[in-house]
């Protein structure tokens, strides 16, 4: 009996997995009202079969799906072969993160953990923060306390506040805790709390947040060099960084006909237009530009290559060099830095989501679009739209 029953478990799991392969990344995917998974190319890999899919985490190198799935008011967690990793919960919302073990999880204003599908520290603190050992530091009516890795309160929510001691962490067997509280005499107590030293699984080195902008130092070169662009040209409205050197490489200049921008290499104007310009950022390795003719945008990069035609009414920068395309109150999008062409403008709204690692040099950009018809679903970077209806 019992080899008849594990070979029953076997045929559903291929049965759940249907066209899943090892180490796939897999979608959420929506025709109507049903939501499956697919592949990045669109490639129903899950047969639609559930309503109410809400959010998603998956990582590399296994790509171990965990889908979030909301119904009547309770949130269950499931794997890309359908297999259920948290059974229902009475919850409002959780927060999953790449690389962690951890699922924040919310109901009625407050929060608590569960750490491997299972729960770690109750829904009923204000506040929790991952702190030193894999601990946390949970928050209750103004007071604090701490919470080991193991779901143990070693510190009771009593507190004003509590850190490591550093001094006696160091090539300490145990870990130690302060913890500190104001007597009536505006005096701070300490007290000592000891814990045992968690080794823990360590984030790639290669994965972090992305790079937003960079600062730089403006030398007395280039101030002397603006000035002089300016009495020969017109006044330096702007300016490009070169990533390499962290210096100046471009100026914008606003002249008496019209925008211009002069390199810093070729020493003279190179890109003209009527009405403005503005730096996009890089592609390819080239700095790119917003120039408008005709009252319409395009993009320009700074060999005179455009990326895209004077043909859309705004295009708005954004975070991770993707740019926002909008003509005729509908949005599109196009990505910097990627083989892909733009998308044309059809959604009414386009949300950037996180990108997924798939490797050490690539991210697959993800967004959450709005048609038409006020439905959601996903997008991917290469423009391929992982719904129907």
């Known amino acids: ?147 080991n890795s193991k779901g143990k309160q070693l510190i009771p929510v009593a507190y004003t506040t509590i850190h490591e001691s550093w001094g006696e962490n160091e090539n300490s067997k145990k870990f130690h805790w302060v913890a500190e509280n104001e007597n009536n005499d505006g005096e701070e107590n300490e007290v000592g709390f000891t814990d045992s030293v968690v080794l823990v699984d360590e984030t790639p080195e290669w994965y972090g947040p992305p790079v937003i902008g960079m600062k730089i130092q403006i030398t007395e070169e280039e101030e002397n060099r603006s000035k002089s662009i300016g009495e020969k040209y017109g006044e330096v409205v702007s300016f490009s960084i070169n990533r390499n050197s962290a210096t100046i490489d471009m100026y914008i200049v606003k002249m008496n006909d019209g925008y211009g921008v002069y390199s810093v290499d070729q020493d003279k104007i190179i890109l003209k237009s009527d009405e403005s310009i503005e730096v996009c950022g890089m592609n390819n390795g080239y700095t790119t530009f917003l120039m408008k003719k005709n009252s319409q945008m395009g993009l320009i990069d700074e060999t005179g290559k455009v990326l895209l035609d004077y043909e859309y009414d705004t295009i708005e920068k954004e975070w991770m060099g993707i740019c926002m395309l909008k003509k005729d109150n509908k949005k599109g999008m196009f990505v910097l830095n990627s083989i892909y062409k733009p998308v044309k403008p059809k959604y009414k709204e386009i949300k950037i989501l996180e990108a997924i690692p798939v490797s050490e040099s690539w991210q697959f950009g993800l967004f959450e679009v709005t048609t038409q018809a006020g439905k959601k679903g996903l997008l991917g970077e290469n423009g391929v739209e992982y719904f129907k209806n």
């Open 1 to 147: 009996m019992k080899k008849i029953y594990l070979l029953f478990l076997l045929s559903i799991t291929t049965v759940f997995s249907q066209n899943a392969k090892k180490n796939e990344l897999l979608l959420p995917y929506r025709d109507g009202n049903l939501w499956g998974l697919c592949d990045t190319l669109g490639k129903v890999k899950v047969k639609p079969f559930t309503t109410g899919m809400v959010d998603f985490m998956t990582t590399p190198p296994n790509f171990k799906g965990k889908y979030v799935i909301k119904k009547n008011g309770k949130i269950s967690i499931i794997d890309q072969h359908k297999r259920v990793l948290l059974a229902e919960m009475n919850l409002d919302s959780v927060k999953m993160y790449p690389f962690s073990k951890d699922i924040y999880v919310y109901k009625n204003n407050k929060i608590g953990v569960i750490r491997n599908f299972k729960m770690l520290i109750p829904v009923q603190y204000d506040e929790i923060s991952l702190t030193s050992n894999q601990s946390y530091v949970v928050e209750k009516g103004g007071k604090q306390g701490l919470i």
